[in-house]
């Protein structure tokens, strides 16, 4: 591979915001949806670790992206 070349990847990040700010349910379902759908992706190539492979590592996977992009196309009220 050339040394000049960078690789990377692009997410697309949901902005996702509680229906009822004061109800405890709808802001726990914020937290875990954030974790899950814009977290997996970025702590995966922070770590080698995906939440969904639970204990075990990707060595590879860690430091394996030169840049990341972001894209926003949504915005979610949970409930």
Known sequence: MHKDVQVGIVKNIAIIR??????RSDCFL???AD??????????L???????????????????????GL???NFALMS
Do not use: E, Q
Request: glycine share 6%.
């Open 30 to 32: 914020v937290k875990f």
């Open 71 to 73: 894209n926003y196309y």
């Open 46 to 68: 922070r770590t080698g670790k995906l939440s969904i492979s639970f204990f075990r590592r990707l060595k590879d996977l860690k430091g394996s992206s030169d840049f990341i």
């Open 18 to 23: 509680p229906f009822n700010p004061k109800s």
């Open 35 to 44: 974790y899950v759908y814009n977290g997996t992706t970025l702590r995966a």
